[in-house]
């Protein structure tokens, strides 16, 4: 075909070799399924397409963090229908040995952080206890000595269960799990697929609420899930060859449904993405975590069809300033979920038939009372939400003539002018009536206008011991007392919750130590044994604990 001179001219000719790059897709997956299946061939349920999302969002991601020390991350995205994985990247670059690149962040057990509250509440609207409009208690509480905070280190008052969940406060998420009880809400988070917290609850404490346990990244994509398909729990699928496993209903689809509405919308899309513009794009819902001290950043997002799973933070746990789910985590998940439906053409969940609506208080979200001056419709799960009618407005009269705080015992003085009051539990009026911002900001009872008359009878009778709260000391402390410091310091606060401008008589060891309003703090300096506390209001009802001074 070719003379010699071409032959030899050819022949002549230096030759280039080179490897090239052999086909490297999903190495942390394939090392997972190698570790689970050696010495046999498997077919995975990688969308290789996804895959390359996952990835590529993952790399870009992680380079705008690696200048402010952030050098880890994982995505997992999972089709709901079949609660496959169709994609999962374990870091940024497999092949970064300094930052322990081979590391599978999927995999890796580490503190969910707030990721956990969805689940806790998921199990106070199945058993009809609250509903995203009832209002809980975001004021300071203590127990037996641990006292939580929120992130901002803010106290807000009673807020609606939508509220809290969406600014993901501490303190009502700790007061539902202390109310559907710690072994139930453990018994949920292990139903929804977190089998990592094989611990008693006692392990665990109250806190799990706020996600002190360690989880996988896969755990919690399949509990997600479990929430993408309004209840019904799947264990996840890596292979073709796994079993079909049939569902296991953890929520009924309207509790489900009512979870999704709370942490969904254009309000939430706008705090993911960070620009309006982007509000317009796929809805779904999604929730962020961040570990204690800045360790773990996550956010998981969820629609109809897949669920979004991301982790960010070093694979060694060290912190680093801005290592939160929302700066950290959710931008990513947000910019993988509108690639996978970037049209937004995916339908929402339709309402499910256990739904109904209901007419509430807008104040106190519970189902309105004959005395409720305000209240719209809102969906409550039929035959199970609490039908109990708001006890926060009640018909009091307003004040004494001489203009003195009115006690249950003034009813006789009071003629005829009566105006429907707000009356809140202790700690709740305690924290109210103590913090001016609150009350001059609030609208509970500004537009609120007196019947002409109102019966005698609806005058409450004198209130039980409930509405007597010590908040400090705390029952089942053991304080100390240091010899030889006599700088002062060395006070125990007496602190108690009762009805606004109550008078409270303080006793330790039955011998009167303080006079004080409700919400006032008196101090008893401490010595050593043990000693009664007690403290009492004008009407005879009183409280007391024993604490020990080592």
Known sequence: VITADERAAASATPVDVFRSAPPFLAPHLCDLLLRRHPGIVVRSTLDTRLQAVAEHALRAHSEKLTPRGIHGGAVIIVDVASSSVVALAGSPDYFDARHAGQVNGATAKRAPGSTLKPFVYLEAFDRGLLTPDSVVADVPVRYAGYEPANFDHQFRGPVSVREALVASLNIPALKTLEQIGLDTGLARLRAAGLQSLDRPASHYGISLALGSAEVTLLELAEAYAALARLGEHRPLRLCASDPDEPATRIASPGTAWLLADVLSGPERAL??????????????????????????????????????????????????????GIEAAAPLADRIFRQLDPRGE??????????????????????????????????????????????????????????????????????????????????????????????????????????????????????????LRILSPVRGVAYRYLPGDD??????????????????????????????????????PLAPGRHTIACADPTGLSRSIDIEVE
């Open 346 to 467: 995916t339908p929402w969940y339709p309402r499910p038939a256990d739904l109904a609506s209901r007419r509430v208080c807008t104040v106190s979200g519970c189902a309105a009372g004959p005395q409720c001056p305000h209240t719209r419709e809102a969906p409550g799960l039929a035959g199970r939400t609490d039908p109990t009618p708001c006890a926060v407005h009640q018909i009091r009269p307003f004040a004494r003539a001489d203009g003195r705080p009115l006690k249950p015992a003034d009813a006789a003085l009071v003629p005829s002018d009566w105006k429907v009051a707000e009356v809140w539990p202790p700690e709740v009026e305690s924290w109210r009536t103590g913090t001016a911002a609150f009350q001059a900001a609030s609208p509970l009872t500004s537009d609120l206008r007196p019947p002409s008359s109102a019966p005698r009878s609806l005058l409450p009778a004198p209130t039980s011991s409930s509405t």
């Open 487 to 524: 700088s002062g310091r060395q006070r125990l606060e007496l602190k108690a919750a009762a009805s606004a401008g109550s008078e409270l008589f303080w006793f330790v060891n039955g011998e009167r130590v303080a006079r004080v309003l409700s919400g006032e703090s008196a101090w008893w």
């Open 271 to 324: 705090q993911a993405s960070g620009h309006m513009a982007d509000t317009e794009g796929p809805r779904y819902a999604w929730k962020t975590g961040t570990s204690m001290g800045h360790r773990d950043a996550w956010t998981v997002a969820y629609g109809p069809r897949h669920v979004v799973a991301v982790w960010i933070g070093n694979p060694d746990g060290r912190s680093a300033e801005g290592l939160t």
